[in-house]
């Protein structure tokens, strides 16, 4: 386990220490009552375990996840760190903000970098509503590298997914996949042609209703996928994408030692922590300009006994176990659960108390006290979707079968040359370079580890911000 050095602010003192204290989940391993909540990395906590990925069927209870906010359709320009908040502040309320992100995404010049800097496992942004079923489009430029892997897709809380994901080695291909609860079945994959993805903007869109996905390039159809070609006799079900997911775009390290050797193979090789990225702007990086989300009506038959939040009503993980309901998704602090939304810092409660009683105006937020519960977990290598589980068997590069009818968009043959203006290339020379701790913006950052990790210490009430590498 990598342990990154974690800063404080004001009065915040934190530590990272292993997700060995904190207990595993997954295949039918529930959490405990006390730690109720289980991560989509299969741990269990409290507070953003039980918000954005919160698996509701290893949970203690299904009602241990925190309703999740209902899809919101909205463009967004993504020239800047405003309407993102760090999930180690974010409570759940979607109204305030539309990005929650963990690693380090910083603004540069029209548009958003997701880094990733030696020894960490990347950066991720994934939004704060759920989309079930629209239309979803980003423009965005690749990572480019050995074992470095960026990823534009739809990721639910039961891993239904919808992927785009570019390999570092292959700048000349758009890998499109989609799982049904996260089983790993590579032959979904299948890739689509088009120019150099690390040096050209390309806006990539996925097109999801409950009949079929379409995956598009530059407004060109890349590959359709119908509802009724993914039936499975075996166990005689539709195995399609059909339950509420948020949009996350990422950047990873597919190429870890730590990683399964499939996983590794696949992207391309062990990550190069040398090379001409790393020496001249101390991280890897993707480029992201814009995301459009468009919310289509939900199925005709789901069930609503509200408009605000999706929740899962009952076992299975299909389209049939959701309900959209009116369920608050808010949590009170960090302390909290799906089924104790209020739980709140103990000085906080007692400072309350203390305020009312005195006729103070004093407010709760702001004592301190500590926590020794796991209330973030973090990201690891294996990245945030099912390509990164992939086994020593799994061991093909591909993203699945090439696609007869791919498109070969305008702007030359891909591969790691291509031209392209010097506004597009690398942050180098531009008084960005953050490789050194000497930047000033690097000192709002911190490496964080391959794995599961928790918060400890001193903390306020609100939980002042910590930039860390944790993810959702």
């Not at 534009?152 to 785009?164: H, M, N, R």
């Not at 006994?305 to 299975?316: A, E, I, L, P, Q």
């Not at 009170?332 to 108390?353: E, F, Q, V």
């Amino acid at each position: 386990m990598h342990r990154g050095a974690l800063l404080g602010l004001a009065a915040l003192a934190v530590s990272v220490v292993s997700a060995a204290d904190s207990p595993t989940c997954g295949n039918g391993s529930k959490c405990p009552s006390n730690l109720p909540c289980c991560s989509q990395y299969g741990a269990c906590g409290v507070g953003a375990y039980c918000l954005g990925g919160c698996d509701p069927f290893n949970s203690n209870s299904r009602e241990s996840c925190v309703p999740a906010p209902v899809c919101k359709s909205a463009e967004y320009k993504l020239s800047s760190l405003d309407g993102i908040e760090s999930n180690t502040k974010y409570l759940g309320d979607a109204s305030k903000t539309n990005w929650v992100s963990s690693g380090q995404p910083v603004a540069f010049q029209d548009s958003l970098l997701l880094t990733m800097r030696p020894d960490t496992v990347g950066t991720l942004l994934a939004s704060s509503t759920y989309m079930w079923y629209g239309r979803v489009s980003a423009t965005l430029k690749s990572s480019r590298g050995k074992g470095v892997v960026t990823a534009f897709i739809l990721l639910s809380d039961v891993k239904d997914e919808i992927d785009y994901e570019f390999i570092g080695t292959d700048l000349s291909t758009a890998q499109s996949n989609y799982y049904y609860q996260g089983i790993t079945n590579y032959d979904n994959g299948m890739n689509i042609s088009l120019s150099d993805t690390f040096q050209n903007y390309h806006t990539y869109t996925i097109d999801w209703t409950p009949e079929q996905i379409t995956w598009s390039v530059d407004g060109q159809v890349g590959r359709t996928k119908k509802r009724s070609e993914t039936y499975n006799k075996t166990t005689n079900r539709y195995e399609y994408p059909q339950t509420p997911a948020r949009v996350q775009l990422s950047l990873w390290p597919g190429g870890l030692p730590t990683n399964g050797e499939g996983t590794i193979n696949w992207a391309g090789g062990l990550v190069d922590w040398n090379a001409q990225d790393i020496q001249s702007n101390g991280y890897y990086y993707a480029s992201v300009k814009d995301v459009k989300m468009e919310c289509y009506d939900p199925p005709s038959n789901a069930r609503k006994s509200g408009s605000k939040s999706y929740v899962f009503t009952k076992d299975g993980g299909t389209e049939d176990a959701v309900e959209i309901t009116d369920k608050p998704g808010v949590l009170k602090s960090l302390l909290g659960s799906g089924t104790n939304m209020s739980a709140d810092y103990p000085s906080a409660r007692s400072s309350s108390s203390s305020a009312k009683a005195t006729g103070s105006q004093t407010s709760s937020a702001t004592p301190e006290a500590t926590s020794d519960v796991a209330t973030v977990p973090g990201m690891t290598g294996a990245g945030p979707g099912t390509n990164g589980q992939r086994g020593a068997s799994d061991s093909n590069s591909g993203g699945g079968r090439s696609n007869s009818n791919s498109n070969s968009n305008s702007g030359g043959s891909g591969g790691s040359g291509g031209s392209s203006s010097s506004s597009s290339a690398a942050p180098q020379g531009t008084g960005f370079s953050q490789g050194a701790s000497t930047n000033t913006q690097n000192t709002n950052s911190a490496s964080g580890g391959q794995g599961e990790q928790v918060l400890r210490g001193s903390v306020f009430a609100g939980l002042v911000a910590v930039a860390g590498m944790l993810l959702l």
